[in-house]
């Protein structure tokens, strides 16, 4: 069984920074994606950014500019550099990579359990 786990997080004053990390263990034969995704008390989760084996990035809107996504396949670690952080950004980000455990298995989705980042304004 694969499992994510995020670390990270905390309490920030706004503008200041946090950088969000993601290791996935366990049987893992090809790491297709990983990426980052926010839930807000009262909201849909929605996603922050994506990043490709290949890496290619995707970015929500609202934080192109001010977030980077980036991976380290040796380690299967994903990470998510959080500047110039806004009171919006305050909720449970959680950690997504799309996984393939074996040759002949398809790929599957895999979450972490969250890890709460709070903006103070």
């Known amino acids: 069984q694969v499992q994510l786990v995020e670390s990270g997080g905390g309490l920030v004053q706004a503008g200041g920074s946090l950088r969000l990390s993601c290791a996935a263990s366990?049987?893992?034969?090809?790491?297709?994606?990983m990426g980052w995704y926010r839930q807000a008390p009262g909201k849909q989760r929605e996603l922050v950014a994506t990043?490709?084996?290949?890496?290619?990035?995707n970015y929500a809107d609202s934080v192109k500019g001010r977030f980077t996504i980036s991976r380290d396949n040796a380690r299967n670690t994903v990470y998510l550099q959080m500047n110039s952080l806004k009171a919006e950004d305050t909720a449970v980000y959680y950690c997504?990579?799309?996984?393939?455990?074996?040759?002949?298995?398809?790929?599957?989705?895999?979450w972490g359990q969250g890890t709460q980042v709070t903006v103070s304004s």
């Open positions: 990043i490709t084996n290949g890496g290619s990035t």
């Open positions: 366990g049987s893992i034969l090809r790491i297709n994606s």
């Open positions: 997504n990579a799309e996984i393939a455990a074996g040759i002949v298995l398809p790929t599957q989705s895999y």
